[in-house]
């Protein structure tokens, strides 16, 4: 079974709203990674925030991370029409593998 | 992005034939990642390599098997393919534990 789930597993925002996107996964980790994906194409790397740090911040990303809750949340703040994607979260465990969740879909509306 | 390749990009194969897809990279990273892509499941880890001849089975290896010679190259084999491994294939390397991953553009194979 998948280590992570996202929620909402689809997300309708105005553009200039702020999008949030949750992740919930099931066994300890080494860190939590966040990718996006546009339509047809290969998965991007956007943060990774370690199992020992709580928040982290890149540009207009926020990514906070409770491993007490198992969970992990991505805030994409003044949305574009390029934020347009798939997104996923993938757990990195002490066993090497990377696992990555169903993904939530973003649409931004003009 | 990142140094690495899929071959080939599509393809479209029989039941019941072999298939083997290539993923090169050139940026010497020491593990590889080979993924499949369906409606529905998000991405699932197919099988692994942590080192040339090091693999280990991820979430569904099950019909697939992997070699690694060469530091560069990472093969995915479908031996005898089904309908059911019909997906998009993504590889992905990565160069120490507790750092991200760079995918390839992905392979798009179809089982008729």
């Known amino acids: 079974s998948q280590q992570g789930e996202e929620d909402p597993q689809a997300l309708s925002i105005q553009e200039g709203e702020n999008a949030t996107m949750n992740c919930s996964y099931k066994?300890?980790?080494?860190?939590l990674q966040w990718y996006r994906q546009n339509s047809g194409r290969g998965l991007v790397h956007l943060i990774l925030i370690r199992s020992n740090e709580r928040e982290k911040h890149s540009g207009r990303l926020r990514v906070t991370l409770d491993t007490s809750k198992k969970s992990s949340s991505l805030l994409i703040t003044a949305s574009r029409a390029a934020d347009t994607a798939s997104y996923f979260c993938?757990?990195?465990?002490?066993?090497?593998?990377?696992?990555f969740g169903k993904g939530t879909r973003l649409h931004i509306l003009p | 992005d990142a140094g690495i390749t899929q071959s080939p990009r599509h393809k479209v194969t029989e039941t019941g034939t072999p298939v083997t897809l290539r993923c090169h990279q050139t940026e010497n990273h020491r593990y590889m990642y080979w993924y499949r892509q369906d409606p529905g499941h998000g991405l699932r880890l197919i099988h692994y390599?942590?080192?040339?001849?090091?693999?280990d089975k991820g979430e569904v290896s099950d019909g697939y098997s992997v070699s690694r010679s060469k530091t560069e190259d990472f093969l995915l084999t479908l031996e005898s393919a089904t309908s059911s491994q019909t997906s998009v294939y993504f590889c992905?390397?990565?160069?120490?534990?507790?750092?991200?991953?760079?995918f390839g553009p992905g392979t798009r194979l179809t089982v008729t």
């Open positions: 066994t300890s980790i080494n860190n």
């Open positions: 390599s942590y080192g040339v001849k090091d693999t």
């Open positions: 993938a757990t990195d465990a002490r066993d090497d593998k990377i696992i």
């Open positions: 992905a390397i990565r160069d120490r534990q507790d750092y991200e991953q760079y």
